[in-house]
C-alpha cells in the first residue's frame, strides 16, 4: 500500500516537474534529451562536490583553526 | 500618482475613499445606501507614499466599485521565464533541426526562389506560433457540432503528429459544459421565441437581399430595429451595421480624422485600435482604467495643442470599453465622465461585452452606474453577446447618425443585415425590455448577475487568482506558466468542460490565463460541477496562486514613461 502511495506520489511529482519546466508540452525524444541534459548536470555537480567539498572543508577548517586557536592540541606531548 | 489625486480632492471633480470590508452589491440590485460624500482623507498623504485603496469610490459612484488585479507571485514570475526559456531552447532547436532538412518542416516558410526578398516568417510572432502555439493547438479551435447554448457537443478530433494535422475519429464528445461562449444572457438557442420569429422571418424575407441600405437593402425590420434600439439605449436615434468589428473599425475614421485627438485605454480591442489607426489621428494612450493617466493626457493636449504647431485639436475623442474581455474590468464611467465634462472631450463607448449583460436592466455600463446615456457621445455595442446574433450598432444623438448614414464606410458599401439575424435581436431585445409580456429578459439578467456573484465568489476561496470587477461576467484565471496553458485546457475537457485559454499575443507573455464566461443559461448544478472540476485541476496542476493579498486596481504598478515628458 505504502509503496502505491509513494508510486503516486513520484508521478505526481514528475508531472510537477512537467509542468514547472515546461517540457509537458515537449515531443517525447526533446523531454528525454532535457531529461538527459539536466540529469547530467546533476550528477556532474554531485559527483563534483563530493570529490572537491571534503577537501575544500578541510582546509578552511585548518586555516580558520589556525587564525582562531594558534595552540598546540596537547601541551602533554611537548614535554616529552 | 498620489499627487494627482490629491488635486481632484482639491477641486472637487472625483474624490476616492476607501471602502475596506464592505461586500459588493449584486449586479441586479440597485443599492444607493452606499452613497459616500467627500472626504478629506486624501490631505493626510504625503505625496510620495502609496494610498492603498481597496475599491475607489466616490460621490460619483452608487455603488462599491470593487476591482482586483493580484500582484503575479514572485517565485510563479521567474518560473514562467524560465519555462518560456526552455521551450525558446527547444524552438531554436527544432528550427535548426528543419533548417538543415533534418526534419520535415510542416508549415509555411521562405521560398528558395524567393531567398533574397524580405523575410515573410522570421519574426517572433512566427517563431511563437510555430515553436510553443503548435505544441498546444488541441486546446484552441475545438470544432462544435451543436449549438452553443450552457452545454455544447464537441467534434472529437486526434493528432498523431503532434498537433501539426488532426484527424476526426467521427465521435461526439456529447454535453461539454460550456465556459468559453460570450453567450451572457443565454440567447444562443435553436429553440424558442427568438429561434421561431427568426425562422418565421427567413420564409417571409428570405435570407437577405445582397444590397446595401442606401439602395435596395433596406427593408421595414431593419428600420424597426433601428428604433428599438435607440429605445432600449435611451438615446435619440441609433443605426445597426452587420458586423461588429466593423462599427468600430468604419466609424471611429469617419468621425475623427487629421488633426484630432484620440485618447485610447491600453487594453482596448483590436478593432477600435484599428479604427483609430485608420482615422489618421493623433492617437495617445492612456493607463487601463488609470484616470489619472487619462487626466493627464486632457490636461496636457489642451496645455499644448497639436505638436509643433500648438493650435487647439479639433476634437478629443475618449475611447474606452465597457467590459474589458482580457481583464474583467468595468470601466470607471462616472470618472470618464466627469473629466469628459470637464475637458470637453467627447467619448466613445464599445459596449460590446457590457450590453446585456450588466446594470439592473441589462442595458450595459450606464445601466449599471445609474448614469444618463446622454453623458456619452456615441454608444457602440454589438449583438454578437448578449443578444445571440451578429453585427453592432451605434446609438446617440440624431446629428451624428444622420451624419454616420451618410459617411461611414459599413453604412455606405456594406451588405444589408440578413433579416433572420434582425428578427433574432428584436426579439431578444424586446425580451429584455419585457416587452413581450414575459419576465424572461429580467429574470436572464437577474440570473447572469447571481451566477457571476457566486461564481466569482466561489474561485475566490478557492484560492485562484482572479481578475477584474466583481460584477463581471467576463472571469479571467491566471495560470501563467506555459506548459500550464495546454494542460489546463486538455484537463477540463477531459472532466466534460469546455473552457477558453489565453496565452501570448493576446496577454502579456506572463499572463496566460483561463477565462470563463459566465452565462444566464448555467444552472447551479451546472456552475457548481464546473467549480468542483476546476478545484481538482486546479489542485493537479497547482493553479491555487492567490495570497490573498487583494490589491486595489489603483495601485497596479505602472511605469510613468510613457506619459508625456511635461510635469507640472
Redesign the interface.
Known amino acids: 500500500m505504502d509503496v502505491k502511495n509513494l508510486k503516486e506520489y513520484l508521478c505526481w511529482l514528475y508531472y510537477q516537474y512537467l509542468l514547472i519546466t515546461g517540457i509537458y508540452v515537449l515531443e517525447p525524444w526533446e523531454q528525454s534529451i532535457f531529461n538527459t541534459v539536466l540529469f547530467t548536470m546533476v550528477a556532474m555537480v554531485i559527483y563534483t562536490s563530493y570529490v572537491f567539498v571534503p577537501i575544500h572543508v578541510r582546509l578552511a577548517l585548518e586555516f580558520f583553526s589556525g587564525l582562531c586557536g594558534g595552540q598546540p592540541e596537547s601541551t602533554v606531548a611537548l614535554m616529552n | 500618482m498620489t499627487e494627482s489625486s490629491e488635486n481632484k480632492t482639491a477641486n472637487g471633480e472625483v474624490c476616492h475613499r476607501a471602502t475596506n470590508g464592505i461586500k459588493p452589491g449584486r449586479n441586479g440590485l440597485v443599492k444607493n445606501h452606499y452613497l459616500y460624500q467627500q472626504q478629506q482623507q486624501q490631505k493626510c498623504c504625503h505625496p510620495d507614499e502609496k494610498v492603498h485603496h481597496v475599491a475607489c469610490n466616490g460621490g460619483l459612484y452608487s455603488r462599491p466599485f470593487n476591482e482586483s488585479f493580484e500582484e503575479t507571485p514572485m517565485l510563479v514570475a521567474v518560473?514562467t521565464y524560465?519555462?518560456?526559456g526552455?521551450?525558446t531552447i527547444?524552438g531554436y532547436?527544432r528550427d535548426f533541426l528543419r533548417d538543415w532538412k533534418i526534419e520535415k518542416c510542416h508549415i509555411a516558410r521562405e521560398r528558395e526562389e524567393q531567398r533574397d526578398f524580405v523575410p515573410l516568417y522570421q519574426d517572433f510572432e512566427n517563431f511563437y506560433t510555430r515553436n510553443?502555439y503548435m505544441?498546444?493547438r488541441d486546446s484552441w479551435n475545438r470544432p462544435i457540432c451543436s449549438v452553443p447554448g450552457a452545454k455544447v457537443d464537441l467534434v472529437e478530433r486526434v493528432s498523431h503528429d503532434?498537433n501539426w494535422t488532426f484527424d476526426y475519429t467521427g465521435k461526439v464528445v456529447k454535453d461539454v459544459i460550456n465556459m468559453g461562449s460570450y453567450n451572457y444572457l443565454g440567447f444562443a438557442e435553436n429553440t424558442g421565441v427568438c429561434a421561431d420569429a427568426a425562422a418565421e422571418v427567413t420564409t417571409k424575407y428570405g435570407i437577405g437581399v445582397s444590397s446595401t441600405r442606401q439602395e435596395m437593402g433596406n427593408l421595414d425590420r431593419h428600420e424597426e430595429l433601428e428604433k428599438l434600439v435607440a429605445k432600449f439605449l435611451g438615446v435619440e436615434s441609433a443605426m445597426a451595421f452587420g458586423m461588429g468589428f466593423a462599427t468600430n473599425s468604419m466609424n471611429i475614421p469617419a468621425l475623427t480624422g487629421k488633426g484630432c485627438l484620440i485618447l485610447s485605454d491600453e487594453l482596448n480591442h483590436a478593432s477600435l485600435v484599428l479604427g483609430a489607426r485608420l482615422s489618421g489621428s493623433t492617437i495617445r494612450v492612456f493607463k487601463h482604467n488609470n484616470m489619472q493617466s487619462l487626466e493627464k493626457l486632457l490636461r496636457d493636449a489642451i496645455v499644448h495643442g497639436q505638436p509643433r504647431t500648438h493650435r487647439p485639436w479639433k476634437k478629443i475623442l475618449i475611447l474606452v470599453e465597457g467590459i474589458y474581455s482580457m481583464e474583467g474590468s468595468i470601466v470607471r464611467l462616472p470618472e470618464v465622465i466627469a473629466l469628459k465634462k470637464k475637458y470637453k472631450a467627447y467619448l466613445y463607448l464599445d459596449e460590446a461585452h457590457s450590453i446585456g449583460a450588466l446594470g439592473p436592466n441589462g442595458r450595459g455600463v450606464v445601466d449599471y452606474f445609474g448614469l444618463d446615456s446622454r453623458d456619452v457621445d456615441i454608444m457602440m455595442g454589438t449583438f454578437t453577446k448578449s443578444f445571440g446574433a451578429a453585427g453592432g450598432y451605434i446609438g446617440g444623438k440624431k446629428e451624428l447618425i444622420d451624419y454616420l448614414r451618410t459617411h461611414s464606410h459599413s453604412a455606405v458599401y456594406a451588405t444589408s443585415m440578413s433579416p433572420p439575424v434582425v428578427e433574432q435581436i428584436i426579439t431578444s431585445m424586446k425580451c429584455i425590455m419585457g416587452e413581450d409580456g414575459t419576465t424572461i429578459g429580467r429574470d436572464r439578467v437577474q440570473q447572469l448577475a447571481e451566477n457571476t456573484t457566486y461564481f466569482r465568489r466561489k474561485l475566490q476561496e478557492m484560492g485562484f487568482i482572479i481578475y477584474g470587477n466583481d460584477d463581471s461576467p467576463v472571469v479571467p484565471m491566471m495560470l501563467y506558466?506555459?506548459?500550464?496553458i495546454?494542460?489546463f485546457g486538455r484537463e477540463m475537457l477531459k472532466r466534460n468542460i469546455g473552457v477558453v485559454v489565453v496565452g501570448f499575443p493576446a496577454t502579456p507573455i506572463i499572463e496566460s490565463r483561463a477565462r470563463f464566461c459566465i452565462s444566464a443559461a448555467h444552472t447551479k448544478e451546472m456552475l457548481d460541477t464546473a467549480l468542483s472540476v476546476i478545484s481538482e485541476v486546479g489542485d493537479?496542476?497547482?493553479l491555487k496562486y492567490s495570497r490573498h493579498r487583494i490589491l486595489p486596481s489603483l495601485d497596479r504598478p505602472f511605469d510613468e514613461t510613457t506619459y508625456e515628458e511635461s510635469e507640472d
Do not use: D, E, N, S
Open positions: 518560473l524560465m519555462g518560456y526552455i521551450l527547444f532547436l510553443l505544441r498546444v503532434y506558466m506555459p506548459a500550464k495546454g494542460a493537479l496542476l497547482q
